[in-house]
């Protein structure tokens, strides 16, 4: 039975355009989607015999606690309006194509006339793209793509790599001068014309219109060598076979010129594949493949989710009208879809008004579009065994790891611990993580070690026991407090990344806490009887422990000596190493041999966290060294200690200035004058 407040807004329903969100009893929005006429659409899940064979159906008609409906001008607004509503309330029904990382896009400067950076753009790998005058290119599916791309036109076309700041701090030409890849406008005069070609040349590349810019680039060569500049000649030349390589290796799908995208689609079950085939000027340039979990709506909505997250998400924000002057580049002409999702017109008439031009949503029923949609879905169904294979080898190593360490489960989820200090100093723990045989970078944590109760006189922590034994035991009290988390979902698109935040900020972070099913530490014996007994003094009995040693492998029988005179088993015993892993209660460890892949999955985790570990190591040590007695000063921020540091000089100076000279600087006020004397009093 539907709530009574259900039942009289179905009757009060318009025949309109609109948007509409289901609810829970507790006003949490399951689902949101749109309609061209909200009246019928709304009424079709409620109806029997209504042939709507969604999974989620059942379980909505039993949770739905309120109806929401707003209505629109027309299903271009609908379309609009859903895509926010999704990003805003993540509905657990819809579809996730992707996380919350934007797409990886190329940006390209425009030749600017100030004289300074400006007029020597460069191209750079973005995230998010600005609403600026500056060209963008992609979206890229992957980073490895998009620096694919931009390593092949810092090779070839001489623009600037370095960032505005050192631009502007250059006195010498830097490395890429001296190859021959940049021609040092930051120090050198250089043809600002010339320039200006090659940044044309790079967009004409990256749009992909190869045939143009070679035939450009081929009477620039000849002019070159008849002008006797053959250096020129040279650069256009190497330009040339730059085009040619990628040419090379893009196939001819079609005989026009159409820029135009293609949509392949496969399906099992909850389980979907999308591959999506970048056709430029008739030419294959590039398929990229998004697997999707869990997916419980129709064909056709997945398609219209794709669409908007994916052309929507990487267009520049800003562009709905809030001044975006500049429109980017980034969806083709012509999109060929496997299914008709609702709204569709909306939906190219809204992508052609971010997009900057006309966009074309088709679903072909014959003629050469319907061999590119064969093609698109034989990828997405390539790409779909491939990986349910790759799925399946994980299972099966990870099934090998349970029984060869004796584990209760099948160790999906799997943790390492690294302990990182420099001569007791700057010590960081770090704890990384891996789920299903692939590192799972969101669960990475570190933690700035105390050692309140393990530091020497000096200071410093040089107890690597009692650094472990406090860090293993943070994890593990977050790991009780912590409500049990649902299994991962994995139905993101984009690649995930380490955050840029400090290692004491990530360990408050967002992200499950709960116990993993195995729990390695890097170390023999000691370490592994240091970690049972964090666990077990916070009552964490069932946790599945073991350490992972890289010991000396001494041969037995070779202790000969060798030429120097020296033992030659100590030859061996210094220069090779062996992992071995330690069990709970078992004398002898498991040796990790080149034929047990399994436990090569241990030793990849706890390289992982000797690298994160490191890291975190040396950004708190950078932060240290970096520091200013300035910043322990309350009531000065950054902005006037950035102005004293500039206009008085350091410490000495600033301590020696009188207060006249201090409140001469911009932005500094007598609050602050008398924050320095209470922090600095004078000596006099």
């Not at 989607?33 to 659409?41: E, N, T």
């Not at 250089?190 to 081929?218: C, I, K, M, P």
């Not at 196939?251 to 820029?259: A, G, L």
């Not at 399906?267 to 869990?294: F, M, N, P, W």
Request: charged fraction near 30%.
């Amino acid at each position: 039975m539907l709530p009574d407040a259900v039942l009289q807004k179905l009757d009060a329903l318009p025949a309109q355009p609109g948007v509409y969100l289901f609810k829970d009893a507790k006003g949490a929005v399951l689902y949101v989607g749109k309609a061209k006429s909200l009246r019928s659409r709304v009424r079709s899940y409620f109806q029997e015999g209504s042939g709507d064979n969604r999974a989620f159906i059942p379980v909505l008609l039993r949770t739905i606690g309120d109806l929401d409906t707003i209505v629109t001008g027309n299903e271009k607004e609908a379309t609009i309006l859903e895509n926010n509503l999704i990003k805003e309330y993540r509905p657990r029904h819809n579809v996730k194509l992707r996380d919350d990382k934007d797409f990886i896009t190329l940006r390209l400067g425009r030749v600017g006339s100030d004289g300074g950076a400006s007029a020597w753009p460069r191209l750079e790998v973005v995230r998010r793209p600005a609403p600026d005058p500056a060209r963008y290119f992609g979206p890229y599916h992957s980073a490895t793509a998009a620096r694919r791309t931009l390593h092949l036109v810092n090779k070839y076309f001489q623009l600037r790599t370095c960032s505005d700041v050192e631009f502007a701090s250059r006195k010498r030409p830097c490395l890429q001068h001296q190859i021959k890849r940049c021609p040092a406008p930051c120090v050198l005069d250089v043809d600002r014309n010339w320039y200006a070609e090659q940044v044309d040349a790079v967009a004409t590349f990256l749009e992909g219109r190869h045939d143009e810019l070679s035939r450009e680039l081929r009477q620039k060569m000849r002019q070159a060598a008849l002008d006797m500049r053959f250096e020129l000649a040279a650069v256009y030349r190497d330009q040339l076979r730059a085009i040619e390589k990628v040419r090379e290796e893009q196939r001819v799908v079609t005989i026009d010129d159409v820029d135009r995208d293609v949509v392949g689609f496969y399906r099992e079950g909850d389980l979907v594949e999308i591959a999506l085939l970048h056709v430029r000027a008739g030419k294959l340039a590039e398929v990229a493949t998004y697997s999707i979990k869990q997916a419980e709506i129709p064909d056709e909505e997945i398609v219209a989710a794709f669409l908007a997250q994916h052309y929507g998400a990487s267009l520049a924000k800003g562009a709905e009208g809030e001044g975006a002057d500049a429109p980017l580049a980034l969806v083709p002409d012509e999109v060929i879809l496997p299914r008709e999702p609702e709204g569709m017109q909306g939906i190219a008439e809204w992508l052609a008004d971010r997009a900057g031009h006309r966009v074309a949503l088709l679903v072909p029923r014959r003629g050469h579009r319907v061999d590119l949609l064969a093609l698109a879905d034989d990828n997405a169904r390539h790409s779909f065994a491939e990986k349910q294979r790759q799925t399946n080898d994980a299972q099966d190593r990870l099934r090998d790891l349970q029984e060869r360490l004796r584990l209760p489960t099948l160790p999906r989820r799997i943790e390492c611990c690294d302990i990182s200090h420099l001569g007791g100093g700057d010590t960081v723990g770090a704890v990384v993580a891996m789920t299903d045989g692939e590192l799972d970078k969101k669960r990475y944590r570190t933690f700035n070690v105390r050692g309140d109760a393990v530091r020497d006189q000096a200071g410093l922590v040089n107890d690597d026991y009692g650094a472990m034994y406090e860090v293993l035991a943070r994890r593990f009290r977050r790991a009780l407090q912590a409500p049990p988390a649902a299994a991962p979902s994995g139905d993101t698109l984009a690649e995930t990344t380490e955050g840029s935040a400090a290692p004491e900020a990530a360990e408050g972070g967002e992200g499950e806490w709960d116990a993993p099913d195995l729990f390695v530490v890097d170390g023999g014996r000691g370490q592994l009887a240091v970690a049972l007994a964090a666990a077990h003094d916070l009552g964490l009995h069932d946790l599945s422990i073991v350490a992972l040693a890289k010991e000396r492998d001494v041969p037995a029988g070779e202790e000969v000596e060798s030429a120097d005179g020296e033992p030659q088993g100590a030859k061996d015993a210094r220069e090779k190493l062996a992992d071995r892993v330690y069990l709970p209660g078992q004398k002898n460890p498991i040796p990790l041999k080149s034929t047990t892949t399994s436990l090569f999955l241990l030793a990849r985790l706890r390289d992982e966290a000797h690298r994160f570990s490191n890291r975190a190591r040396m950004r708190i040590g950078k932060r240290v060294r970096f520091r200013s007695p300035l910043d322990d000063v309350k009531g000065l921020g950054p902005t006037a200690k950035k102005a004293l540091l500039r206009h008085v000089g350091n410490l000495a100076a600033i301590r020696a200035a009188d207060d006249a000279t201090l409140l001469a600087v911009p932005g500094v006020t007598a609050r602050h004058v008398k924050a320095l004397r209470t922090a600095f009093p004078s000596s006099s």
